[in-house]
T-cell receptor, first 111, second 114 residues
Framework: AQSVTQLDSHVSVSEGTPVLLRCNYS??????LFWYVQHPNKGLQLLLK??????LVKGINGFEAEFKKSETSFHLTKPSAHMSDAAEYFC?????????FGAGTRLTVKP | DTGVSQNPRHKITKRGQNVTFRCDPI?????LYWYRQTLGQGPEFLTY????????KSRLLSDRFSAERPKGSFSTLEIQRTEQGDSAMYLC????????????FGQGTRLTVV
């Protein structure tokens, strides 16, 4: 069985400041982990993925995430937020045939 | 190939009617997933196909719901005797049968039951 917990339902930052979106997972397997972004009225887009290679993963638009097995965490970060980053972000844990989403974190970016 | 395609994009139906949605995955993808997403929530897993075989079904998928993937290509999701609680966005995704590969999502079908 797998599950994902996104620790914050809403995060608000000012433009130009760092972003931290937190994710903890539980899995009976050695999972693959993903972050997806969903902009209003748009489809889900992959930001980055972890698949047991490097623990620090770089994605699109300056986002990165670090896999910490001891903490069962896969937090998403970005050094400097941009207005266009405002969206809903989902952490996903995946094993063969089983892909589970967190409840999502809504990121608001203030000018 | 233009990605995962879902039709229709929007469906409004009266309570008690049956509806069917279609998903066309990326052509070489052998895995296909259906999810349901309600406002303010993350996508909830409904069912999963590997080629034409339905390998996993969520408890969310009551006996009013049925999904098929004939010949391992497109898939349909049918909801019989719709209820207002079925109103949601229904998402389809596909991926390769390789551990660690990401799933590609369609734009979804938004169902409104009135």
């Amino acid at each position: 069985a797998q599950s994902v917990t996104q620790l914050d339902s809403h995060v608000s930052v000012s433009e130009g400041t760092p972003v931290l979106l937190r994710c903890n997972y539980s899995s009976s397997y050695s999972p693959s982990l993903f972050w997806y972004v969903q902009h209003p009225n748009k489809g889900l887009q992959l930001l980055l993925k972890y698949t047991s290679a490097a623990t620090l993963v770089k994605g699109i638009n300056g986002f990165e995430a670090e896999f910490k097995k001891s903490e069962t965490s896969f937090h998403l970060t970005k050094p400097s937020a941009h207005m266009s980053d405002a969206a809903e972000y989902f952490c996903v844990v995946s094993a063969p045939g089983d892909m589970r989403f967190g409840a999502g974190t809504r990121l608001t970016v203030k000018p | 190939d233009t990605g995962v395609s879902q039709n229709p994009r929007h469906k409004i139906t009266k309570r008690g009617q049956n509806v069917t949605f279609r998903c066309d995955p990326i052509s070489e993808h052998n895995r296909l997933y259906w999810y349901r997403q309600t406002l303010g929530q993350g996508p909830e897993f409904l069912t999963y196909f590997q080629n034409e075989a339905q390998l996993e079904k969520s408890r969310l998928l009551s006996d009013r719901f049925s999904a098929e993937r004939p010949k391992g290509s497109f898939s349909t999701l049918e909801i019989q005797r719709t209820e207002q609680g079925d109103s949601a966005m229904y998402l389809c995704a596909s991926s390769l049968r390789v551990q660690g590969t990401e799933a590609f999502f369609g734009q979804g079908t938004r169902l409104t039951v009135v």
